[in-house]
Nanobody, 127 residues
Framework: QVQLVESGGGLVQPGGSLRLSCTAS????????MGWFRQAPGKEREFVAR????????YYADSVTGRFTISRDNAKNTVYLQMNSLKPEDTAVYYCNAGTYFSCSGNVCTISAGDYWGQGTQVTVSS
């Protein structure tokens, strides 16, 4: 049982950077894998990045690999998303999620969201 609050969104020019933060309440944060998802107008919510409970393993959508970095500080009950080389296509509402998990069979992997979501923070990339 966790409550999540995102911050750090805003307006940035193409090629710029932003760092999003998601702070959790509750005593079980360290047991959860965490993820970031995003949703643009008229589109389905899509997976962005995941980090396991101790921060030792990360996984990214192809669209952000090499540009975004997910990290966490369990002492602060916070997960971060560092976004570099931003593109207009990155414009969306970004949500953090507790309990993100994935399963792979052969070369096909499926990402699923856990039960807990933040309220979302708007990221707009425009000149």
């Amino acid at each position: 049982q966790v409550q999540l609050v995102e911050s750090g969104g805003g307006l940035v020019q193409p090629g710029g950077s932003l760092r999003l933060s998601c702070t959790a309440s509750g005593s079980t944060f360290t047991t959860y894998a965490m993820g970031w998802f995003r949703q643009a107008p008229g589109k389905e919510r899509e997976f962005v990045a995941r980090i396991n409970s101790n921060g030792g393993s990360t996984y990214y959508a192809d669209s952000v690999t090499g540009r975004f970095t997910i990290s966490r500080d369990n002492a602060k009950n916070t997960v971060y998303l560092q976004m570099n080389s931003l593109k207009p296509e990155d414009t969306a509402v970004y949500y953090c999620n507790a309990g993100t998990y994935f399963s792979c069979s052969g070369n096909v992997c499926t990402i699923s969201a856990g039960d807990y979501w933040g309220q979302g923070t708007q990221v707009t990339v425009s000149s």
